[in-house]
């Protein structure tokens, strides 16, 4: 059997040597796919190498992250600042290859995969803000936003609900620019795909309005080149190709499961470098091969450069647009004090100072696109006076995501990969467990998505358990490089919109309650920033201090009234942990004196994790089982969660500590 092309012979040969030089990771699904990646990269895509954060290039998202070498080995070929000493280094110790593709880490990845499933979801968020901002910004004969977004996934991918449910929010939306590659080998860790699924993936695709093509060999280039031109060509449907590839293509143990991982050996690595008619040395590129891919360099540049040009006359015939455009572009998001202007009311829930806030920053910053899972009006995560997206019209920054919580979390990852563009998205906190690893995958990107997460406590009332958050808020707080922010009241909620816009690194998730609570003249700008500060001080080093956050604050407040006509009483408001421990040691001090042992803290939710801050002989008021069904007040009252019993248990955590 030969290669029909040198080149995707190369890209295979390359994989094989990673693989085998790693001594570890996957070459099945690389040896399959490469000669559509090959026809991606080479004649496909418009892409500038040496500007891999050019704003109009087509965006490509490898969804079987566990395919790295295969993404590591294009990038290197069209000349991206990926040498063959990383991909010599691949999976080693802090190299720019891991083992599966990382955002930000290595030139030319435009979002980390790995988990099955989200690299699709992210796509169609590129491929939605590539759409919204066409819409926006595009005039007669100036195309500024126009590009394609594709992406290779496997079965696996999709036998995943985050892919499905992302699927059909593309349809819906019927995104023309986006092109899909599944890598239809039939196999996937465990065995053939028939020992899990059956169906008809183009069948099913196309009942989500979807364009289905199909391509029966993977190893015919102009198979693979004419589905792609015809995928173009559609303007009002989303594409899928299935590709018809064959896992470990070459080896002996091609179209099993046993190829799917795991180097192969000596003996077999040189079997299947023979069958693709490879005779040359390990690591090895020849002349040929480098011409071929010279051409990428080559049009990338005058592609670009020709955009260049177009925006400079873009600014000349439309100043104000572009002056838009350049802005969203350097996404700068400081916000105006007249946005940040305090809220005057007696009372207002979180969840509606969030909703106010929402709209006074698309106001001055129409960088906002985003939504809920069906629960808008609850989640107040509406952009007023703006449409919802629609299929044929995406200028509207509002998009209706279903009940599809965690295809919405992951799909403003993408979004917000994008550039340009800030995503964020609503639901109920306790739904939060749906979205969970999209939250940890902005947050393992580093990707600052904004999650509005509303109805934050058993305060929900009759909804029942099913509705109310427990465990929730610390299981979040566990999470590396994600703030939760759970203000006290609307004041505190201006300080986590703004500091969520102001992130550039780090997603924010602003925990919010739906019930009105006083807006608390009290509250202090600067330490709400800082995470926590002293809400209302009695002294330095107070006899008792109560710690609380969120709508709890308020009961603080009201508890410390009662124990101030005997004790010496601090309240301290913490709407953030994360950003609390960042300060200095001086700083934490002065809010949590350790003189003074007698700290409750106060939060409906689980009380794991507040010993650090009440230490060993403060108390924590919490709620460690599931709540029920019932009103407010009378669940309030059977948890012991009243003005009344903080006063209790914070007088007996003081008896007891005398
Ligand atoms: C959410 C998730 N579950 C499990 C895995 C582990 N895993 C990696 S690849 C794979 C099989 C994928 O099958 P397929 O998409 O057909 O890829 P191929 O076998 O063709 O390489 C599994 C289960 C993962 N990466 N992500």
């Given at each position: 059997m030969k290669e029909t092309s040198s080149s995707v012979a190369a890209i295979r040969s390359l994989v094989v040597d990673s693989v085998e030089n790693a001594n570890h990771g996957h070459m099945g699904m690389p040896l399959g796919a490469a000669p559509m990646g090959y026809e991606l990269f080479r004649n496909q895509m418009k892409h500038n190498p040496k500007n891999p954060k050019w704003f109009n290039r087509d965006r490509f998202v490898l969804t079987s992250g566990h395919g790295s070498i295969l993404l590591y080995i294009l990038l290197h070929l069209s000349g991206y600042d990926v040498t063959m000493e990383d991909l010599k280094a691949f999976r080693k110790h802090d190299s720019?290859?891991?083992?599966?593709?990382?955002?930000?880490?290595?030139?030319?990845?435009?979002?980390?995969?790995?988990?099955?499933?989200q690299g699709f979801s992210m796509t169609v968020g590129l491929a939605i803000a590539e759409a919204h901002l066409r819409a926006r910004f595009n005039k007669q004969d100036y195309p500024v936003v126009d590009h394609y977004t594709y992406t290779i996934c496997g079965d696996g991918d999709l036998e995943e609900g985050v892919a499905l449910e992302s699927a059909a929010i593309a349809g819906n939306l019927g995104l023309g620019k986006l092109i899909?590659?599944?890598?239809?080998?039939?196999?996937?860790?465990?065995?053939?795909?028939?020992?899990?699924?059956?169906?008809?993936?183009?069948?099913?695709?196309?009942?989500?309005?979807?364009?289905?093509?199909y391509v029966k060999d993977g190893n015919d280039l102009q198979e693979i080149a004419q589905a792609i031109e015809q995928a173009k060509q559609e303007k009002t449907q989303p594409t899928l190709i299935e590709v018809k590839n064959i896992i470990g293509f070459g080896s002996h143990l091609q179209g099993t499961e046993k190829i799917h991982s795991n180097p192969v050996g000596k003996t077999e690595a040189a079997y299947i470098k023979e069958t693709i008619g490879w005779?040359?040395?390990?690591?090895?590129?020849?002349?040929?091969?480098v011409e071929d891919f010279s051409e990428v360099l080559r049009k990338g540049e005058v592609d670009e450069e020709n955009w260049q040009l177009l925006i400079e006359r873009y600014a000349k015939e439309y100043p104000a647009l572009y002056e838009e455009f350049k802005k969203m572009i350097d996404e700068k998001c400081i916000l105006s004090e007249t946005a940040l202007t305090p809220f005057t009311e007696e009372t207002m829930a979180t969840r509606t100072a969030s909703g106010k806030m929402l709209n006074r920053i698309y106001e001055e910053l129409p960088i906002l696109v985003g939504g809920s899972a069906d629960l808008a009006s609850s989640n107040k995560t509406t952009i007023n006076g703006q449409p919802f997206m629609e299929n044929g019209n995406y200028k509207g920054p509002n998009i209706h995501f279903g009940v599809r919580e965690f295809a919405m979390a992951s799909i403003e990852n993408g979004l917000t990969l994008h550039g340009g563009?800030?995503?964020?998205?609503?639901?109920?906190?306790?739904?939060?467990?749906?979205?969970?690893s999209?939250?940890?995958?902005?947050?393992?990107?580093?990707?600052?998505?904004?999650?509005?997460?509303?109805h934050d406590s058993i305060q929900v009332g009759q909804d029942g358990p099913t509705h109310q958050p427990i465990e929730h808020l610390i299981s979040l707080r566990a999470m590396p490089n994600l703030v939760v922010y759970r203000p006290a009241d609307a004041n505190e909620t201006i300080i986590g919109w703004k500091l969520a816009m102001e992130s550039k690194n780090q997603p924010y998730l602003l925990a919010l309650g739906r019930h009105e609570v006083p807006v608390l003249k009290e509250v202090d700008k600067e330490g709400a920033q800082r995470g926590g500060y002293i809400l209302s001080e009695d002294s330095p080093i107070p006899d008792i201090l109560l710690i609380a956050t969120g709508s709890e604050v308020s009961m603080a407040v009201e508890a410390k009234k009662e124990l101030s006509k005997q004790f010496k009483v601090n309240v301290v408001s913490l709407p953030s942990w994360e950003l609390f421990d960042q300060q200095n040691e001086e700083y934490k001090e002065k809010v949590l004196p350790s003189e003074c042992p007698n700290r409750l803290s106060i939060e409906l939710g689980s009380t794991i994790g507040w010993s650090k801050?009440?230490?060993?002989?403060?108390?924590?008021?919490?709620?460690?089982?599931?709540?029920?069904?019932?009103?407010?007040?009378?669940?309030?009252?059977?948890?012991?969660?009243?003005?009344?019993?903080?006063?209790?248990?914070?007088?007996?955590?003081y008896e007891k500590n005398k």
């Open positions: 720019r290859t891991p083992g599966h593709p990382e955002v930000f880490h290595t030139p030319g990845v435009e979002a980390t995969t790995g988990p099955l499933g899909v590659l599944y890598d239809s080998n039939d196999v996937t860790s465990d065995g053939p795909l028939t020992l899990s699924s059956r169906e008809n993936i183009q069948e099913k695709f196309q009942a989500m309005g979807w364009q289905t093509l005779s040359h040395d390990e690591f090895f590129v020849p002349e040929e091969v563009l800030k995503g964020y998205c609503g639901t109920f906190l306790v739904f939060s467990d749906y979205m969970r999209a939250i940890r995958h902005a947050a393992l990107m580093g990707v600052p998505v904004t999650f509005v997460m509303t801050y009440v230490g060993n002989f403060g108390e924590s008021l919490g709620i460690d089982s599931y709540g029920k069904s019932s009103p407010a007040s009378e669940l309030l009252e059977e948890f012991q969660f009243t003005v009344n019993h903080i006063v209790k248990a914070a007088k007996s955590m």
